[in-house]
């Protein structure tokens, strides 16, 4: 099936407009509207099937061992081979287009029980066509097989809607809707969407759908939208973190929805918070380098805006009931701790004091509300990569464990949030660690995820 330019312009303008698109689309909507793998059913033995995987991983040297992402596909990868489907893997590793896909075949082989190729060069990038060597494989495919493609992001087509705007969707259409009708003509028309953590704006997710008869959204992500995150929908404490001050979207969306009465902020977005509170209690709060305008295009840096949508964040949210807990003091660029921050001071981790303030806001939290609550965790407390600034983030993870403990069922984000837990605690501290933090918050927060938009309207 193949799609006009015209028609990929009006379908790239809804999924790059997100929210703005469709302001009253609901998370529920989206997954009501997505058809799961049982529709698939009757698709018979011999179909080529392309499966969009969330290949994003770099396997161990055993199973179990830097697999999770991989290992999340399997049960879908084997509902096609019981079908006798050819399965067509479509994914990325990393940002880097350089990187190969050549150990992440090898494990999908290996947890799969058989021989999974991989073909290399596949898209001739200029006139944006499917190589034979694509069409080769394909034919030389017993039903059941499974083959992996080369990293998308090898492509410039892949990364193309990353950070377009509507002015450019006309340009950039034609180039679009050519490779999405190639990949139907040329591989299949029968598309399963098997990679959680693939939140971008990537054309093998966002794209390809659009020239697509039958799509699915696979079992591993299904299970996880219709289980997991309907849990994290009724989060009754909220943790937010991290140098994304956009994050604060995501916290304004969680509030709107009722539930929360306690979070815990960190990083540039409890910075902006703080500030707010001071501004409401009329006490002066200094950001430091954070504030400063020399400072306009770091990612750190956190504009006037954005201080005025916290404002009215923690005005609302103290309406509501809900207790902002915030850093009293910092570890700056020094390593050493402050309760105030000097002009060139950059906040890079929480300092003593405030470990001390958050132990006792989740006792009080869990004496409040206990059994049956639910937390969600999102992040890391500092740069927790360097041993400088990883006090706060080693100390926060045991507190996630003494939730859980008091019957508050936990759920990890995933992303950095899911390595500080690997590092610094164990699985069983929590109920649930997603395999992908910016998905989630997606999902949770003020934008719908991308390749659900996309499903829906592949679905329609």
Avoid at 25 to 38: E, F, G, I, N, W
Avoid at 148 to 154: A, G, I, P, Q
Avoid at 281 to 305: M, R, T, Y
Wanted: glycine letters at 10%.
């Amino acid at each position: 099936m193949s799609i006009s330019p015209a028609d990929m312009q009006s379908w790239c303008e809804t999924v790059v407009g997100g929210r703005a698109a469709a302001p009253d689309l609901t998370l529920q909507d989206y997954l009501k509207a997505v058809p799961r793998m049982d529709s698939l059913a009757d698709v018979p033995s011999g179909t080529v099937v392309l499966v969009r995987g969330d290949t994003d991983a770099k396997p161990g040297d055993a199973i179990g061992k830097g697999d999770i992402r991989l290992r999340s596909m399997v049960d879908t990868l084997k509902y096609g081979q019981e079908r006798g489907w050819k399965q067509v893997i479509l994914g990325h590793i990393g940002r880097d287009p350089e990187k190969s896909l050549d150990k992440v075949a090898e494990r999908i082989g290996a947890l799969l029980g058989c021989e999974v190729p991989l073909v290399g060069d596949w898209l001739d990038e200029e006139t944006l066509t499917i190589k034979p060597a694509v069409t080769q494989a394909i034919a030389a495919m017993e039903p059941g097989g499974v083959i992996v493609l080369e990293n998308t992001r090898k492509y410039d087509i892949e990364r193309v809607l990353w950070k377009a705007k509507k002015e450019d969707l006309p340009e950039l259409a034609p180039k679009l809707a050519k490779f999405a009708s190639e990949c139907a003509e040329k591989i299949g028309t029968v598309y399963v969407h098997e990679a959680f953590s693939a939140g971008s704006l990537d054309a093998s997710s966002v794209v390809v759908p659009a020239a697509m008869e039958k799509v699915a959204l696979g079992k591993y992500a299904a299970g996880e939208f219709d289980g997991p995150m309907q849990k994290c929908l009724q989060a009754t404490l909220a943790v937010f973190s991290g140098i994304k001050i956009d994050k604060l979207d995501d916290m304004e969306a969680m509030i709107a929805r009722g539930s929360i009465k306690q979070i815990f902020a960190s990083g540039s977005l409890a910075m902006a918070i703080r500030k707010a509170i001071g501004q409401l209690d009329d006490v002066p709060v200094s950001l430091g380098a954070a504030e400063d305008q020399a400072n306009k295009g770091e990612p750190w840096f956190i504009p006037d805006d954005r201080i005025a949508q916290a404002r009215e964040i923690v005005s609302d949210g103290r309406d509501k009931g809900i207790t902002f807990t915030v850093p009293c003091d910092a570890i700056k660029q020094d390593g050493e701790p402050v309760d105030e921050l000097a002009p060139t001071d950059q906040a890079l981790d929480i300092g003593p004091k405030s470990i001390e303030q958050f132990h006792d806001a989740v006792g009080a939290f869990i004496e409040k509300h206990g059994a049956g609550a639910v937390a969600f965790h999102n992040g890391v407390f500092g740069v927790f990569e360097d041993p400088r600034f990883e006090t706060g983030t080693k100390a926060w993870i045991p507190e996630l464990k003494r939730m859980k403990q008091a019957g508050v069922e936990v759920y990890v984000g995933g992303g950095e949030g899911g390595k500080a837990l690997e590092k610094y605690g164990e699985p069983d501290w929590v109920t649930h660690t997603f395999t992908a933090g910016g998905t989630v918050l997606n999902a949770l927060g003020s934008e719908p995820v991308p390749y659900l938009v996309a499903l829906r309207l592949a679905a329609k």
